[in-house]
């Protein structure tokens, strides 16, 4: 990194989409991190709770600069993963491992953002139609919304296989036409 782009803890970095002052933790060789902001060592645990609480942070390599918020990020799911009840299951870990090296790995990718951030939005919604229910009526509440977010779910989900299975095919009818237009026919 050049003089002129190094950052101080003084010099927060932006997060370019929403404008707000972005954390800078640094990593260093001995495993630690350190909070330029706070000015303290934290744990993965704390860097846990930034992700929970929605703050914006980079994690540094404090030698060389380069980003390393993906392998944390990764890591503190690792940690999820081990700790008790797990999200994924073996087969679909297996099948996102499949997805690396496909030709479908990117579009996979931007899917399952994309769901995820749909279902964030139910959940969102279910949180403000919930507001302000004892705890006897949330659980009458949610004995009631479980078959029906079951039967919502389902159809999302086939919806979103439709519409998977629908560019897939439209990807292949363009190979198909671009390399028509080349004169090669694919064998198969």
């Known amino acids: 990194m050049s003089p002129s782009k190094a950052r101080t803890p003084a010099q927060p970095a932006r997060d370019a989409s929403a404008g707000a002052p972005q954390r800078v933790i640094k990593k260093y060789p001995n495993r630690r991190l350190y909070d330029t902001t706070t000015s303290s060592y934290i744990t993965l645990a704390q860097v846990r709770e930034l992700v929970m609480a929605h703050q914006p942070f980079v994690v540094r390599d404090a030698k060389t600069g380069d980003d390393l918020t993906r392998s944390i990020l990764l890591q503190i799911i690792l940690e999820e993963e081990a700790g008790g009840a797990p999200m994924f299951t073996?087969?679909?870990?297996?099948?996102?491992?499949?997805?690396?090296?496909?030709?479908?790995?990117?579009?996979?990718?931007?899917?399952?953002?994309?769901?995820?951030?749909?279902?964030?939005?139910?959940?969102?919604?279910?949180?403000?139609?919930?507001?302000?229910?004892?705890?006897?009526?949330?659980?009458?509440?949610?004995?009631?919304?479980?078959?029906?977010?079951?039967?919502?779910?389902?159809?999302?989900?086939?919806?979103?296989?439709?519409?998977?299975?629908?560019?897939?095919?439209?990807?292949?009818?363009q190979t198909e036409h671009m390399l028509g237009a080349f004169g090669i026919k694919r064998s198969g």
Do not use: D, T, V
């Not at 899917?111 to 659980?139: H, T």
């Open 90 to 173: 073996e087969n679909m870990l297996a099948n996102i491992i499949r997805f690396y090296g496909h030709a479908m790995q990117g579009f996979m990718g931007s899917y399952l953002e994309k769901n995820i951030q749909a279902f964030m939005e139910i959940q969102s919604r279910l949180a403000e139609q919930s507001a302000g229910l004892s705890p006897e009526l949330w659980a009458q509440f949610m004995r009631m919304q479980s078959p029906m977010m079951q039967g919502m779910m389902g159809s999302y989900l086939e919806q979103s296989k439709n519409l998977f299975l629908q560019a897939q095919e439209q990807m292949s009818r």
